[in-house]
């Protein structure tokens, strides 16, 4: 793998990256495009970054035209917003903000999928920072940043301290529809035709293959399969949140009912109703076509099946597993965003 990007990196006051912007990532260019970068940007063959100046902005006719968006931050230097180059050779742990911002726009950007990309090191190469209505701030440096914008009549809003921007600050792709824009972070996919409505989240490295309905969580390293509608406060438990090492998937045409939930995989025309949660350690009845109990078994055994209802017995609380007998159909008006 190689993935390649021109950005508008932010640096603090000592020349540390905070953040970058790459309009236009690409996965895996031709390699005779990648002989020009590296010709063109002395270092690049590093595998990681270089900051580009005016002069070597003028090598090429084609990349010349690739620059050309970003002009003005070439003939007026700022040296807190630098142009950069980021070249990623192979899929090996992250080692540099640039590294790791490159990654997360592939997946926003949907030129990659979640758990395709190799993110050891994502920690320690996002910094943590204020987001502010001006960009991202050191923390080191905000007090001084809130004093000068009062002194200037401005207000500086920061609207989170956190690793992780929002992604819509970087990536809007395209047929979607996002109610709250800060509950979807940068390296989330966000499939064509997906809704996320105010409560639905996504986090990085996590998304939704499209048409969707998110009005729950989708944790990291998660990923949903078209069709499939998290209902109100459904949740999915991703390596970060009690799932461990294990990637947990939900398949086509599923339904999380609200408030319910899964620590296990799903297969296609799945449903879980309403308040259940299936932890792996579930103890499940099994129902044959009669309704009558097959066997009890831990949920983990029916990991990636499809065509699977999960119920509570409302006397006994027992959870019951039935075959689904009808899959959910999305409104496809609801979902085309043009």
Partial sequence: MVSFGLGLATLNRTG???????????????????????AAYPGLE??????????????GPSLT???????????????????????LEGDAPITST????LKLHLLSHRLAKPNALNLEGIYAHTPNVAWSNEGPIDLSELTDRQLEARLA???LEIT?????????????PEGVRIAD???VRLGAYVGEGTTVMHEGFINFNAGAEGPNMVEGRISQGVYVGKGSDLGGSASTAGTLSGGGNIVISIGEDCLISANAGTGISLGDRCTIEAGLYITPGTVV?????????????KARELSGQSDLLFIRHSQTGQVQCRTNKKAIVLNEMLHTHN
């Fill in 46 to 59: 590093t595998g990681d970054w270089v900051l580009i100046d005016a002069e070597s902005a003028e090598i």
């Fill in 160 to 172: 989170s301290v956190d690793k992780f921007p929002k992604m819509t600050n970087y990536v809007v």
């Fill in 181 to 183: 824009a800060a509950r």
């Fill in 65 to 87: 035209h690739e620059l050309s968006p970003f002009r003005q931050a070439l003939d007026e230097p700022n040296p807190h917003r630098r142009l950069i180059a980021t070249l």
């Fill in 285 to 297: 009845e099994v129902m044959d076509a009669s309704l009558s109990p097959v066997r009890k078994m």
């Fill in 98 to 101: 640039a590294g790791a911002y």
């Fill in 153 to 155: 009549g401005r207000m």
């Fill in 16 to 38: 540390d990256l905070l953040d970058v912007y790459y309009p236009t990532p690409i996965l895996d260019p031709a390699p005779e495009m990648v002989a020009l970068w590296r």
